[in-house]
Structure formats: structure tokens, C-alpha cells
């Protein structure tokens, strides 16, 4: 049997180092992973304290429960030192973190000047805002048609003359930017049964020569009522309530006009500042359109009316050209 051949003061002597040495290193952590690694290196399994105790097994009997608990004594006040330096450190990086991220509300702000929403857009929304209260809904399509959906399901075939109304922008792969939203209303119908009461804003395209009064890319808006036992009266009432409630109390008339897909079908005017201004094409569906679409014009009747967002802004805000709309001149924008 061997016989032990570490004296206890040897041992103590180790521990008292030990403890002078990490007290010093802890009070002067300068962050949390450096207190952690002196944790690390003074208390985890192959740190120093642990290397201290490995020994005691050469001491004899009677002197290890003195350096146990010697031993045992240090830990819990190393622990402690630790858990106090963690606790310094962590309320001085909160400080310091509310130091770099508070505001000085005495400082005066950084100065950007508010947008104004562009009277094409505010038009558009007011127009919209009268549809959905009279019950419908809004539904949108794309700007890049069919041949069908923007001519050949209004009623409009290759060879019909009414082509020769609308000059058009076609595509290399056959299709077109459309050249009115009426396009939608096909869309809805063929994926909807009735009844049917949409509104349908977008951007349209014709190879117009730009003026005053005229543009190649442009807005309209178009509705669609279809249901049973519709009536050219309930066209003229929806008509002239919208007009109402868009221009107030003027006088309104309807003309005789030609359109290939709603018959019959009628020009809108409005007394405007002494002189009629026309605002507006209606009318009932064409039959031949709901045959289109898959609806029994036997047992399903429908108007339709079609306008533009610009003629519509240019009266309202007495704007005498089209072309302001779209050159994003502040002086003109910042009046609305």
C-alpha cells in the first residue's frame, strides 16, 4: 500500500494563491465572455480548482476533509465574486446602451415635406368611393390583353369598323395593350354568375396624338350591372345619381350613340360652366356579348358605362391640359 507524500500545507498554500489570483482577475473582467472564461479557467472541470482537489488523494486521511472544505469555501465565494462582477457588467452595458440610443427631443427633427396623393389617383378613389356605396365591388385585369378579351368577346371581330376607333398598340406575340377596361367585365362574367355590380379603374393605351385633350396612355373607369329584369332606367338612374353626387346639381342629358358592344347605347353630357360637356359612353349589353360569356340574354339583361379618370379630374380642378398630368411638376402637384 502507498503511502501519501502531500503535506495539507502544500494544498492550502495552492488554494490561497488561487484564491488571491481570481479575485484580482474577476475584478478586473472587462466584459461578460472575459468573465466567462475565467469561470471556465477557475471552476469548470479542468480548471484550476478542479487540478487543486485531484491531489488530495496523496494526503493523508485525516487532512482531506480540512482541504475539502477549504476547497468548497473558495468555490462558493469565487461564485459569488463571479455572479456580483456579472451582475456590475450587465447594468453597465444596459447604461451604456441607453447612453448611445437615447434621443434628444430637444433636437429639432429632420425636415421632410409630406407627399400630396396626385389628383388622377384622388379622382379615382372619390369615383370609386360613389360606386361601392351604391353596391359594387371593385375588380382590376391586365394592361396586356387577348385579341378576344379586348375585341372579339365585345362583339368587336377582326373585321368590324368599330376597330378603326380605337388605334392600338400590338404586341410581337400577337396580343395588345388594351385600349379600354371593358376587358374586365368579360373576365368577371366568365368566372362569376350574376348578379354582377363592379367597377373597374386601370390604365389604357391608343396611339393618340398627344394634346391638350388627348393622351396615348390614359385611365378609365368602367361599371357593369348585370342581373334579371334590367332596364335602360336603371341605367339612366345609376348614371345620373353618380354624376349628382360627383358634380352636384346639373343638368344632365343622354344622346343617341353607337358602341359594338352594349345597343342601345347613349353619349352622357353635363351642364358645365354654361356649355355641355360630354363625360361619358353607356349602355344596355349587347346580347351577343352575354352569349360570349356563357349568361342566357333570354333571363339576363345588363348596362354598362365607360369614362375618363382624366376628363373627369381636368372639370373638376379646371385643368385646360391633359399633358400636366404626367410631367410631375411640383409647382402644378403641390395645389392638390
Same mark, same amino acid.
Given at each position: 500500500?502507498?503511502?501519501?507524500?502531500?503535506?495539507?500545507?502544500?494544498?492550502?498554500?495552492?488554494?490561497?494563491?488561487?484564491?488571491? @489570483?481570481?479575485?484580482?482577475?474577476?475584478?478586473?473582467?472587462?466584459?461578460? *465572455?472575459?468573465?466567462?472564461?475565467?469561470?471556465?479557467?477557475?471552476?469548470?472541470? @479542468? =480548471?484550476?480548482?478542479?487540478?487543486?482537489?485531484?491531489?488530495?488523494? @496523496?494526503?493523508?486521511?485525516?487532512?482531506?476533509?480540512?482541504?475539502?472544505?477549504?476547497?468548497?469555501?473558495?468555490k462558493e465565494k469565487l461564485l459569488h465574486t463571479l455572479e456580483e462582477r456579472r451582475h456590475t457588467l %450587465?447594468?453597465?452595458?444596459?447604461?451604456?446602451?441607453?447612453?448611445?440610443?437615447?434621443?434628444?427631443?430637444?433636437?429639432?427633427?429632420?425636415?421632410?415635406?409630406?407627399?400630396?396623393?396626385?389628383?388622377?389617383?384622388?379622382?379615382?378613389?372619390?369615383?370609386?368611393?360613389?360606386?361601392?356605396?351604391?353596391? +359594387?365591388?371593385?375588380?382590376?385585369?391586365?394592361?396586356?390583353?387577348?385579341? +378576344?378579351?379586348?375585341?372579339?368577346?365585345?362583339?368587336?371581330?377582326?373585321?368590324?369598323?368599330?376597330?378603326?376607333?380605337? *388605334?392600338?398598340?400590338?404586341?410581337?406575340?400577337?396580343?395588345?395593350?388594351?385600349?379600354?377596361?371593358?376587358?374586365?367585365?368579360?373576365? %368577371?362574367?366568365?368566372?362569376n354568375d350574376p348578379p354582377i355590380r363592379i367597377v373597374a379603374p386601370g390604365r389604357c393605351y391608343r396611339?393618340?396624338?398627344?394634346?391638350?385633350?388627348?393622351?396615348?396612355?390614359?385611365?378609365?373607369?368602367?361599371?357593369?350591372?348585370?342581373?334579371?329584369?334590367?332596364?335602360?332606367?336603371?341605367? @339612366? =338612374?345609376?348614371?345620373?345619381?353618380?354624376?349628382?353626387?360627383?358634380?352636384?346639381?346639373?343638368?344632365?342629358?343622354?344622346?343617341?350613340?353607337?358602341?359594338?358592344?352594349?345597343?342601345?347605347?347613349?353619349?352622357?353630357?353635363?351642364?358645365?360652366? =354654361?356649355?355641355?360637356?360630354?363625360?361619358?359612353?353607356?349602355?344596355?349589353?349587347?346580347?351577343?356579348?352575354?352569349?360570349?360569356?356563357?349568361? *342566357?340574354?333570354?333571363?339576363?339583361?345588363?348596362?354598362?358605362?365607360?369614362?375618363?379618370?382624366?376628363?373627369?379630374?381636368?372639370?373638376?380642378?379646371?385643368?385646360?391640359?391633359?399633358?400636366?398630368?404626367?410631367?410631375?411638376?411640383?409647382?402644378?402637384?403641390?395645389?392638390?
Open positions: 500500500m502507498t503511502t501519501p507524500t502531500l503535506d495539507r500545507t502544500v494544498l492550502t498554500a495552492q488554494l490561497t494563491d488561487l484564491e488571491t @489570483k481570481a479575485l484580482e482577475a474577476i475584478a478586473h473582467a472587462a466584459d461578460l *465572455d472575459s468573465l466567462e472564461q475565467l469561470r471556465v479557467a477557475y471552476l469548470g472541470k @479542468k =480548471g484550476e480548482l478542479s487540478q487543486i482537489l485531484a491531489l488530495m488523494g @496523496k494526503l493523508p486521511a485525516s487532512d482531506r476533509p480540512h482541504i475539502g472544505s477549504l476547497a468548497n469555501t473558495l %450587465h447594468t453597465a452595458n444596459i447604461a451604456a446602451q441607453l447612453a448611445a440610443e437615447s434621443l434628444d427631443v430637444t433636437m429639432p427633427a429632420v425636415f421632410r415635406p409630406q407627399g400630396h396623393i396626385h389628383p388622377l389617383n384622388s379622382t379615382i378613389d372619390r369615383i370609386i368611393d360613389i360606386f361601392v356605396g351604391l353596391g +359594387y365591388t371593385v375588380d382590376d385585369g391586365p394592361e396586356m390583353e387577348s385579341d +378576344y378579351y379586348n375585341f372579339e368577346a365585345l362583339n368587336t371581330p377582326a373585321d368590324h369598323p368599330a376597330r378603326d376607333m380605337q *388605334d392600338t398598340f400590338y404586341l410581337p406575340d400577337g396580343n395588345l395593350l388594351r385600349t379600354h377596361t371593358s376587358s374586365v367585365q368579360i373576365r %368577371h362574367m366568365e368566372l396611339r393618340d396624338t398627344e394634346d391638350a385633350t388627348h393622351a396615348a396612355v390614359f385611365h378609365q373607369i368602367e361599371i357593369l350591372a348585370i342581373d334579371e329584369g334590367l332596364t335602360f332606367t336603371d341605367l @339612366k =338612374g345609376t348614371v345620373s345619381t353618380f354624376l349628382a353626387e360627383l358634380f352636384g346639381d346639373v343638368p344632365i342629358r343622354f344622346r343617341a350613340s353607337y358602341f359594338p358592344f352594349t345597343e342601345p347605347s347613349a353619349e352622357v353630357d353635363v351642364q358645365w360652366q =354654361g356649355r355641355w360637356l360630354e363625360v361619358m359612353g353607356c349602355g344596355m349589353v349587347d346580347p351577343a356579348v352575354l352569349k360570349n360569356v356563357g349568361y *342566357d340574354p333570354e333571363i339576363y339583361t345588363g348596362f354598362a358605362a365607360g369614362f375618363g379618370v382624366e376628363r373627369f379630374a381636368m372639370v373638376l380642378h379646371q385643368i385646360d391640359d391633359i399633358r400636366r398630368f404626367y410631367t410631375s411638376d411640383l409647382r402644378f402637384l403641390r395645389q392638390f
